[in-house]
């Protein structure tokens, strides 16, 4: 293959990494704004989950959506349960009434409280979350700068962090093809392959 062919195939395949992180970032959006309208009919009508007696799958699908934005994270281990202090829900968005049941859940950005049913929600989809392998968020085609224990860096000085089951074994200067899923704005790769041309 001529180095001018080569380098075709190469701003081609950048220009379609890139257009994936758009989609994602556009997609998160949207997320975020159905997310933002679904709590915006839940303040003009507190029984907006009970109305309609759809079950909890309009509780489910909004949970998976604040997961798929980051706002909310998985569950791991348990809650406190007590009634409820007036603060808001961290599913849902409306207020926790003293007659309600509140459950606390501890995560990455400190405590959070929600109501019985967007925590039952919740639960459930952390639940089957872990039960499946992670999603790829994205793909990268870049040049390695440098290799450390918990991560890589790459010729546009981004990390890329790695796991106990993906390692980098290459040298600096390998172009690389990486594979990863996204929590929290951290890119952790799921694979690392050296990237061949043709």
């Known amino acids: 293959m001529h180095a001018d062919t080569a380098e075709v195939v190469t701003t081609a ?19 975020e704004t159905r997310y933002r309208i679904a709590a915006s009919r839940r303040c003009l009508n507190g029984w ?15 949970v998976r959506a604040r997961l798929g934005t980051g706002a909310l994270w998985l ?13 808001l829900c961290v ?3 409306v207020k926790i009434g003293r007659a309600e049941v509140e459950h606390e859940v501890d995560g990455p950005r400190g405590l959070a409280v929600a109501h ?18 992670p999603r790829a968020a994205g793909a990268i085609l870049g040049t390695l700068l440098e ?27 390998t ?8 929590s929290e704005g951290t890119k952790v790769a799921l694979s690392i392959e050296r990237h061949h041309l043709g």
């Open 13 to 31: 395949l950048d220009l379609l990494v890139q257009s994936k992180a758009c989609v994602d970032i556009n997609r998160r959006l949207l997320s």
């Open 48 to 62: 907006f989950t009970v109305a309609g007696g759809s079950g909890e799958e309009p509780l489910r699908a909004l």
């Open 75 to 87: 569950i791991v281990g348990h809650s406190l349960v007590g009634s409820g202090r007036g603060h």
């Open 91 to 93: 599913v849902c968005g």
């Open 116 to 133: 019985q049913a967007c925590f039952s929600a919740w639960h459930r989809e952390s639940m089957a979350a872990r039960e499946e392998p």
């Open 147 to 173: 290799t450390h224990a918990e991560y890589i860096v790459l010729n546009d000085h981004g990390r890329v962090f790695l796991t106990p089951a993906v390692r980098c074994p290459f040298p600096a200067g």
């Open 175 to 182: 172009r690389l093809q990486i594979v990863y899923t996204e």
